[in-house]
């Protein structure tokens, strides 16, 4: 019994190491560098990142694109810190995540976080092609009914969520009146699944963060 398991050990073990290897060698963001300044309003960490595992071209194309948004959210915080006071400042930090990556789709994020009295949450959300650099929206994973599918999902799922769970709150008004356009955030999760975002303040209040919907 013990040969026979043994030599089912040695069989597979080649197979998942090279599954491990697989997935190291997908497309992924990972830490290239991290800066920390203090103006008169502000605290801001940044942590800025890069694609690895993607030939050169699409390489530059992607940190391009994720250097352009960290330059905006640094441009709302200069403008923001203009007026505030040096008593209270406004602390800010710059990061990304994550999210699913296969030799077809590469799913991110580059986040911004925003504390004052309240918090305040920003993301905003990349999924492409590793290979080519095509930047995918909805319509490429949902078909040309993405906005009636998105909108049954997430009423059905917010219907369910508030009888699970009374205390979750949502905008009737805002829901009811959602137009979901072709450049509707979304990531792939861990699952191969589409997961619809909206923005915090949008559809619910700033304590439910950015509300996601699973688009099975």
Do not use: R
């Not at 019994?1 to 080649?14: E, G």
């Not at 800066?35 to 391009?64: A, C, M, R, S, W």
Request: net charge negative; proline share 3%; aromatic share 12%.
């Amino acid at each position: 019994m013990k040969k026979h398991f043994l030599l089912f050990l040695l069989i597979i073990a080649p197979l998942f190491i090279n599954t491990i290897n697989a997935c190291e060698n997908n497309a992924k963001l990972i830490l290239l560098d991290e800066k920390h300044y203090e103006t008169n309003g502000t605290i801001v960490t940044v942590k800025f990142p890069q694609i690895i595992n993607v030939d050169d071209k699409i390489k530059v194309d992607i940190n391009n694109l994720i250097l352009k948004t960290i330059d905006t959210y640094l441009d709302e915080i200069k403008e923001f810190g203009k007026n505030q006071s040096t008593a209270h400042k406004l602390i800010v930090e710059i990061d990304f995540e994550n999210y699913y990556s296969d030799d077809d789709i590469f799913s991110f994020s580059i986040n911004s976080s925003q504390i004052l009295a309240d918090s305040h949450l920003q993301k905003k959300f990349f999924t492409i092609n590793p290979t080519t650099g095509e930047i995918y929206n909805v319509e490429h994973f949902l078909g040309s009914d993405y906005q009636n599918i998105i909108l049954t999902t997430v009423k059905k799922q917010i219907a369910k969520n508030t009888k699970n769970n009374p205390n979750l709150i949502y905008f009737d008004e805002e829901v009811n009146n959602l137009k979901i356009s072709i450049d509707q955030p979304f990531y792939i999760n861990k699952d191969n699944q589409v997961v619809v975002v909206f923005d915090q303040f949008q559809i619910a209040p700033g304590y439910m963060s950015l509300p996601s919907f699973i688009v099975k």
